[in-house]
């Protein structure tokens, strides 16, 4: 009884854990409204925009408190950066 008890919490757990990255991945998606689509916010885009930050000599600032026209500044450089 103990073991099925273990396998059942083990089961339990791993579940857990993997609803909660899926549920992750799917809300750090952020759209472009200029250019009609959608890019994961992961530490790729978080290294990319830095570098944008960076390089246009601006101070550090999370994304959605930008303005609208930021923002836009942004995703022409992202695309036309990669």
């Known amino acids: 009884m103990k073991r099925r008890q273990?396998?059942?919490s083990t089961?339990?757990?791993a579940a857990a854990l993997f609803s909660t990255a899926a549920f992750n991945g799917?809300?750090?998606r952020t759209y472009d409204p200029t250019?009609?689509?959608y890019h994961a916010w992961d530490s790729?885009?978080?290294s990319?925009?830095?570098r944008w930050e960076a390089e246009t000599h601006r101070d550090h600032e999370d994304f959605?408190?930008?303005t609208g026209d930021e923002q836009k500044e942004y995703w022409?450089?992202?695309h036309n950066a990669h």
């Open 6 to 8: 273990k396998y059942a």
């Open 26 to 28: 799917c809300s750090n």
């Open 35 to 37: 250019y009609h689509d």
């Open 76 to 78: 022409t450089w992202r």
């Open 11 to 13: 089961m339990l757990l």
């Open 48 to 50: 990319s925009y830095q």
């Open 44 to 46: 790729n885009e978080e």
């Open 64 to 66: 959605p408190k930008r």
